[in-house]
């Protein structure tokens, strides 16, 4: 008589632990929200505008009871909280929709409890427009770092692509006096920085993170080395301000509220837009984002069918780094200001946070980079309606978010499996 051993469950059929993380960020925010804003909402109106002078008609100025809008706009965001927990513990799908109202919710509530009884408009869609803007190199350091990381390579030399891009541009921009051909010239500077990180990182196998450090201690070095010399001896030259005009299309720049977001912009904003689809679709539809996604995820694997692993590192980095460095060309010939010293104040970074916060996706990342370009906004509107918020306050919000989605409150968050580990044939 044998004894049978017992059998074990597969690793598939165990039941995953339900997570609570997400409600429990939704529960916590919501709970400040109510305890913070509807009590101390002054007694007045906030009044809101969202048409621009050159828009087919004009939306009127509309006001708002401030204390019973912020009070329902934030009993909304705790009946989502509570619904939030509601769908986990019945271990059902969250949507997008949820976090999308929940924010879209205590923005409006915080922006209707800043301009309670205050004389001053709140211009919503100015608001959205400057958010957009200032979100346009993130948005291009993000779409870098999702397409570099997606095929295993840490490009943490993003800041540094994107210094030099700036540099480049305003110096091509300046000696030419076509802010074009600066625009032209940014992703070439980002492309020669992408190059140095792929000779050190897939050539010879140093570990990557090192190299993007250096890479952006050396464009840091290097640019404002040449900005004390070369430019700084004649500017008019070298260094003066050429800038992109703003190039509304026509009919579409017209629609209220969207036509002055979307369609009263740059070149680089609108190159921006034909970036962010064409990566989201050729990464996840097309045969060269599968044999991208299969180089970051698996490179053996990919090896073993004929994908030159390496090559496509390479070829995909520098692609990678020369949209971070057309994103440079944001401070300068886009801005209409000239180079100076370490201009982009650490940008590079927010952008590597937008690709986590993004979860390695094109839409996730502009999503994510959004964020931070809107709470650096509406610090500066604030300052101009007198509010007593701090603004540091709002320059600490996106970091809190990023911290709390790389925690896992937003839910499971995975880099591509071989990020980061140089592959030997």
Do not use: C
């Not at 069918?305 to 971070?324: E, F, H, K, P, Y």
């Amino acid at each position: 008589m044998s004894l049978a051993a017992p059998t074990l469950a597969p690793a598939a059929a165990v039941k995953a632990r339900t997570s609570y993380k997400a409600p429990i960020a939704y529960g916590v925010v919501a709970l400040l929200a109510l305890l913070w804003m509807p009590l101390r909402t002054p007694a007045g109106d906030t009044t809101f505008r969202l048409s621009s002078a050159d828009d087919f008609f004009q939306i009127p100025q509309f006001a708002l009871a401030a204390a019973p809008v912020v009070w329902v706009l934030v009993l909304v965001a705790v009946a989502l909280a509570a619904l939030s927990f509601w769908l986990t513990r019945a271990e059902k799908r969250v949507g997008l929709w949820l976090p999308v109202v929940f924010a879209v919710a205590l923005v409006l509530a915080f922006l209707t409890f800043v301009g309670a009884g205050n004389a001053s408009v709140i211009p919503l869609t100015s608001i959205a427009t400057g958010s957009l803007f200032l979100a346009t190199p993130l948005i291009f350091g993000a779409l870098a770092g999702v397409l570099s990381e997606r095929v295993g390579i840490v490009n943490i030399a993003i800041e540094g692509q994107l210094l030099a891009g700036a540099f480049l541009a305003a110096v091509i921009g300046s000696v030419t006096t076509s802010a074009y051909l600066g625009l032209v010239a940014a992703p070439v500077a980002g492309a020669l920085v992408g190059m140095l990180l792929v000779f050190f990182s897939v050539k010879y196998h140093v570990n990557q993170v090192i190299v993007g450090v250096v890479l952006n201690v050396l464009v840091v070095g290097l640019t404002s080395f040449l900005f004390s010399t070369v430019l700084a001896e004649d500017p008019g030259t070298w260094n003066s301000r050429t800038q992109l005009p703003v190039l509304p299309i026509p009919v579409l720049s017209q629609i209220p509220v969207l036509g002055p977001i979307l369609f009263r912009q740059t070149l680089l904003v609108y190159l921006m837009y034909v970036i962010v689809i064409a990566l989201q679709v050729y990464l996840f539809r097309s045969r060269w984002g599968l044999r991208v996604r299969a180089v970051g995820e698996h490179p053996k694997a990919a090896d073993t069918v004929g994908i030159d692993v390496n090559r496509t590192r390479t070829r995909t980095t520098v692609l990678a780094s020369a949209i971070a460095g057309l994103g440079g060309a944001f401070f300068t010939v886009a801005s209409g200001l000239a180079f100076g010293k370490e201009m982009t104040g650490g940008r590079g970074f927010i952008a590597l946070a937008a690709v986590i916060l993004g979860r390695w996706s094109p839409k996730g990342a502009v999503a994510a980079a959004l964020l931070f370009g809107f709470a650096e906004n509406l610090r500066t509107v604030l300052g101009t309606l007198g509010s007593e918020v701090p603004p540091q306050f709002l320059l600490m919000v996106p970091y809190v978010v990023t911290i709390l989605a790389v925690a896992g409150f937003a839910g499971r968050v995975r880099a591509p499996a071989a990020e980061g580990i140089p592959y030997v044939k």
